[in-house]
């Protein structure tokens, strides 16, 4: 756990601290959620556009398709191509209708609804993923962690929420 400036890394299980290669991991996963964000972001609208012109399902279906087209390539030209292990399939194929349904409600949300409701409540995820990995992965959160989970969740949720009484200007 990042600690802040001058008290450095420490862990609520006694492990020792992260080197200075997981420390390089953590900044790179910092920037690759970055990158994620804006990209979910740019996603979210072209989503809504997509569902609203062609419906749901053939919206998400042919995104998908299309994703799996760019991972299969980028399996074949990434580390001298796709190793495939049956032990994986249950699980995938688990993930992948859970995704699957997922990504369809979805759609259809952005396709009923504004972006600008809908999208901040579905990323109240994040709130819902952090109360998971504590109670099935173990995982720790120190008091300020559990704080921001919390402050972020209402935080999405409340830019979701329009309210009847708009402010008034004096």
Known sequence: IWDGPGRGW???TGARAPTET??????AGILYG?????????TDVMTALGSRRFGSL????ASQTMSLGLLVLA???????????TRVFPT?????TLS???YLAFATALRLGPITVVSPVVSAYGGLTVVVAVLLLGEALALVQAFG??????GSLLVGVRFAVAWQET
Do not use: E, K, Q
């Not at 970055?34 to 740019?42: D, K, P, Q, R």
């Not at 399996?75 to 292990?85: H, Y």
């Open 34 to 42: 970055l990158g994620a964000a804006i990209g979910f972001g740019m």
């Open 92 to 96: 995938a194929f688990a993930l992948g």
């Open 10 to 12: 420490s862990s609520p």
């Open 100 to 102: 699957g349904l997922s």
């Open 22 to 27: 997981a420390r390089g991991d953590v900044l």
């Open 149 to 154: 989970a919390v402050v972020s969740t209402v």
């Open 58 to 61: 053939l919206f998400v279906a």
């Open 75 to 85: 399996g074949l030209l990434i580390d001298g191509g796709i190793l495939l292990d």
